[in-house]
Structures are given as C-alpha cells and as structure tokens.
C-alpha cells in the first residue's frame, strides 16, 4: 500500500494555507521524536521531508500533497528546539491556530518518543484535538532503541491517554505499513462520508 507525496507549500500562518479540498493528516510531537524521518518512511521518499542532526528545524506547516483528496502536513516541533522565547511563542500560537481552525483537517498523529511516553505537553495537545471531534492516531517513535524486556513498561506510560497505541520505528521499518493504512483510511473515511451527504 503506496502513500506517496510531494512538497506542496510553507505556510507562516493559517491565511498561508493552501485553498484547497484536500482531507489533511498533521504531524505533530517534540522537536527530537523524529518526525521528519517518519514522514520519509511512510512516503517511502527519502528527503521528502527535510531531516537534521539540530531539533526543532521545521519553523513552519509544511504541505505535501499524497493524491487528489489526501495532504500530509508536517507541523511544527515543540519543547526542545533552542530559540528564542518569542519566535517559541510564535510558533505555539501557529500550532494551536492550525488544530482548532483548520477546516481541512480530518485526524492529527501524534508522534511521542516511545522511551519517554507522553508529557504534559503530549496530554494537552491531545485534549484540544479531542475536543475538536478530530481523529487522533498515537505513534510510539523509536521503538527500535527499546530492549523486548522495556517494552511492557514503555506501552504502560502511554496508559493516560487511552488510546490504542502504534509502536512503530522509521530506522526498521516496524508498524509503518499499519499507519499508512490507517492514514489512508482517514481520508476515505471522509470521502465516504461526503458521498452519503452529497
């Protein structure tokens, strides 16, 4: 099962969104929790989107278009980049703009390194998109750096958020099929929908 996708726009601010009527799949999660190397690996297009040894690069949402009615949207990263207090509050008004207005968008997935679990930031973002009546996809990253003997414990800190849980790793290659297959079904769900409403 084929997710492919092109860059499409930046946008510095939700006017700068791109006008269309594609069903919109965001990315979200801290700035190390290798986002970046994740939308490679479910594309299958290395470079797609731009990855760095220096956290917290992605300043903007960047768009790419996966077919007619499917866009993937790389947000941007929180909590560890190092910048300045104002450009992080900028970047965090940009964020909340983007979950609780964007029309476009059908379901957020949220990427948590699978060795530290969910935060306070993790908890929170995950209430505003719940609250939104948005679709929320959980994705343990880096489970590939956990010992089979870690992995108990490492699903049991995901418990508060009560949500099945995808442990998936973009270097092996582990769950990423079960992903896109759930990303994909995110954006049929929505056709499907509208074709009972048309």
Known sequence: MKL????VSSALALADCPGWDCAEV?????SNVGKSSLLNALTGTRGLARTSKTPGRTRCLNFFAACETLALVDLP???YAKMSHADAAKLADLLR??????RNLVAL???VDARRGPQREELELAAMVR??????IVAATKCDKLRNSERAAAIKRFTPLGL????????SGEKIDELRRLILAR???RDSRRGREA
């Open 131 to 136: 609250a939104r009546g948005i679709a929320l």
């Open 77 to 79: 990263g929180y909590g």
């Open 187 to 189: 954006a049929d769900a």
């Open 109 to 111: 997935v949220m990427l």
């Open 4 to 7: 492919e996708a092109q860059f």
């Open 164 to 171: 099945e849980l995808i442990m998936c790793s973009a270097k």
């Open 97 to 102: 703009a983007y979950l609780e207005k964007r």
């Open 26 to 30: 965001a990315f979200a999660g801290r």
